[in-house]
T-cell receptor, first 115, second 112 residues
Framework: NAGVMQNPRHLVRRRGQEARLRCSPM?????VYWYRQLPEEGLKFMVY????????ESGMPKERFSAEFPKEGPSILRIQQVVRGDSAAYFC?????????????FGPGTRLTVL | LAKTTQPISMDSYEGQEVNITCSHN???????ITWYQQFPSQGPRFIIQ???TKVTNEVASLFIPADRKSSTLSLPRVSLSDTAVYYC?????????????FGAGTRLAVHP
């Protein structure tokens, strides 16, 4: 039973390039969350998606950042025209569609470095 | 969402029991208390969750007093591999989902 998969694990981009981060949730999970973590800090919520719907993007920067979770395929976090301040670890988490106090299962993260 | 306060760091030795206390004075009635563990270069891993009294699993125990304004994560007989950052989170579903609010966590260092 595979866990949450993220790729790439490490991504290096130059300023102004685009970064695409992928997340495949656990089997049976239809809820996906994206978080960002700066060094020595806790994770910060960015966006919550269900299949084909963005439910809560209150943690996403207003510009350059977008996320999607299509009907087929992984969830994508896209950062356009990256800047050095975007360097961070980006974690995806998934949870099942239940009403219980849900447990989120995290992927290994993508470490983005902007040169 | 209730704010949590926990020690920035703790040190322990192999074989000892470690107790990490978290304060959450403004916890709401429908909030759960959840602890995650994070190793360097990895995503957080769920450890334990509770609402009140005591919860125990194969990894840890969680003690929650009656007023629920604090909680204590207990790790029995720690080993070097328990060196990690431990996060205490308080919250619950709102609108059918739960965006987790992470603080800085407690950095636990286990020494030989």
């Amino acid at each position: 039973n595979a866990g949450v998969m993220q790729n790439p694990r490490h991504l290096v981009r130059r300023r102004g390039q685009e970064a695409r981060l992928r997340c495949s949730p656990m089997k049976g999970h239809s809820h996906v969350y994206w978080y960002r973590q700066l060094p020595e800090e806790g994770l910060k919520f960015m966006v919550y998606l269900q299949k084909e719907n963005i439910i809560d993007e209150s943690g996403m920067p207003k510009e350059r950042f977008s996320a999607e979770f299509p009907k087929e395929g992984p969830s994508i976090l896209r950062i356009q025209q990256v800047v050095r301040g975007d360097s961070a670890a980006y974690f995806c988490a998934s949870s099942p569609p239940t009403l219980a106090a849900d447990t989120q299962y995290f992927g290994p993260g993508t470490r983005l470095t902007v040169l | 969402l209730a704010k949590t306060t926990q020690p920035i760091s703790m040190d322990s030795y192999e074989g000892q029991e470690v107790n990490i206390t978290c304060s959450h004075n403004n916890i709401a009635t429908n909030d759960y208390i959840t602890w995650y563990q994070q190793f360097p270069s990895q995503g957080p891993r769920f450890i334990i969750q509770g609402y009140k009294t005591k919860v125990t699993n194969e990894v840890a125990s969680l003690f929650i007093p009656a007023d629920r304004k604090s909680s204590t994560l207990s790790l029995p007989r720690v080993s070097l591999s328990d060196t990690a950052v431990y996060y205490c989170l308080v919250g619950g579903q709102s609108g059918g989902y739960n965006k987790l609010i992470f603080g800085a966590g407690t950095r636990l260092a286990v020494h030989p």
